[in-house]
């Protein structure tokens, strides 16, 4: 059941709202904003508690606690996320798109979503081993594969 096409985002139960995160990673790296120009640039530096072998949070339930920063996406807040990637789910249905072809719900695993690209697993470095953030600007988290 496409529980996705049939319902709101607001209307989602939470299991249902949880699910739609693909656990690509995206949301977990730094991004920088250039002060003059605001344009958005994602770096391959992750978030200390993201396992990088295999892209997703490895504190999920706990990773306020621990990353005070991070940012739980909700029906509220989602609208103001500009930051997220085109290819989030939630950031693609609030814009009135459908899940891609490779989203785990569609294919009922992550395989499909990691032979697309659209995964951070073995892509990024842990933000306590970067010096110069500058350098670890990449491109790679803007795509949007279908």
């Not at 995160?21 to 978030?47: F, H, P, R, V």
């Not at 072809?101 to 032979?115: D, F, N, V, Y």
């Not at 697993?121 to 953030?133: L, M, N, P, Q, Y």
Request: overall charge negative; hydrophobic content about 35%; charged content about 25%.
């Amino acid at each position: 059941m496409a529980f996705w096409e049939d319902k709101t985002l607001a209307q989602m139960t939470t299991e249902e709202w949880e699910s739609l995160c693909d656990g690509c990673g995206k949301c977990c790296l730094n991004k920088l904003i250039d002060d003059e120009t605001e344009e958005l640039y994602y770096t391959n530096a992750a978030c200390q508690l993201l396992d990088h072998k295999a892209g997703h949070c490895q504190n999920y339930k706990h990773r306020f606690k621990f990353v005070p920063s991070c940012t739980k996406v909700t029906v509220e807040n989602i609208e103001s996320l500009t930051w997220l990637p085109d290819s989030c789910a939630y950031r693609r249905l609030f814009m009135g798109r459908d899940l891609p072809s490779w989203h785990p719900l569609r294919t009922g695993s992550k395989e499909a979503m990691i032979l697309a690209g659209m995964s951070v697993a073995g892509k990024v470095t842990c933000e306590t081993r970067v010096r110069d953030i500058e350098d670890h600007i990449v491109l790679w988290p803007m795509k949007d594969a279908q």
